[in-house]
């Protein structure tokens, strides 16, 4: 069953083509990892899926829920009662966290089952004291970000995010801020939950981690996605020349 499925988009800013022609599916439980070098329109891919971006051209689609889709060369979004329905379907990990400042740590995680979901504080007690646990945060309930190591804050951020439930996540370069010992603490957050089937998209460039997690690796290029497959093929044997290149492989 396919979770997310973007075809055929297109995004210029300006006259800078980013996305050229990407098509993308990606099914229930599947880990898919997107690499490729700075500039190549990896963010710009995911904060389109997320709606962060409005498309050229191309169709976005959640389950049966369009988000956008291209009528007679003009892209038609969701109608506004739709949106609350389709942005319940993914969430987002940033690589800057995100977090909000003057929240504690137990108000960053329930804020939206607050406020969006409207649940009642024993529900969401229950959920942020599951997330706590899950993300390693023990203790850390009345902190705030500015305590917080980048891993932590990391690890906060992602328990926000799993508080929405939602169907699929972005992750874009959730440990390029981190020194390397607190990116292994949180790469092992996000391998935790591969084992638990979530559905991930994660843009990384931590090419072990993409070898171990992902079901499938994408390589992106100058606004193309020129090779894609399992990891042994992509990361360790890959066809095109310019993987190659990117991965040092020559
Ligand atoms: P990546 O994440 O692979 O490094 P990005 O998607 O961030 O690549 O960027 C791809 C290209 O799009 C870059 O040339 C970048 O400068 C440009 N770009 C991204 N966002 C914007 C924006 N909001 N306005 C103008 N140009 C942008
Ligand atoms: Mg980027």
């Given at each position: ?41 990896k ?54 966290f ?34 706590i ?49 607190l ?55 890959p066809?095109?020349?310019r ?8």
């Amino acid at each position: 069953m396919k979770v997310l499925e973007m075809k055929n988009i297109r995004k210029s800013f300006g006259s800078d083509d980013v996305l050229k022609d990407i098509s993308l599916s990606v099914n229930k439980g599947e880990v898919v990892a997107i690499i490729g070098s700075s500039g190549s329109g990896k963010s710009t891919l995911i904060r389109c899926a997320v709606n962060l971006e409005k498309i050229d051209f191309g169709e976005i689609k959640y389950d049966d829920l369009i988000l956008a889709e291209t009528r007679n060369d003009e892209v038609i979004y969701a109608k506004a009662e739709n949106y609350k329905l389709i942005n319940n379907k993914y969430g987002m990990v940033f690589q800057n966290f995100n977090l909000f400042p003057n929240l504690s740590v137990y108000e960053n995680i329930s804020l939206a089952l607050k406020l969006v979901q409207k649940k009642d504080k024993k529900e969401i007690d229950n959920i942020v004291e599951n997330l706590i646990e899950k993300m390693n945060l023990q203790g850390k309930e009345k902190a705030y970000p500015y305590s917080l190591s980048g891993g932590q804050k990391q690890r906060v951020s992602i328990a926000r995010t799993l508080a929405m439930n939602p169907e699929i996540i972005f992750f874009d370069e959730p440990t390029s801020a981190l020194d390397p010992e607190l990116t292994q603490e949180v790469l092992k957050a996000i391998k935790a939950l591969a084992k638990e089937n979530t559905t991930m998209v994660i843009v990384t460039h931590e090419m072990e981690f993409a070898k171990e997690i992902a079901d499938r690796v994408i390589f992106m290029d100058n606004g193309y996605i020129v090779e894609e497959g399992a990891p042994e093929e992509v990361l360790v044997n890959p066809k095109n020349e310019r993987t190659k290149n990117f991965l040092n492989l020559k």
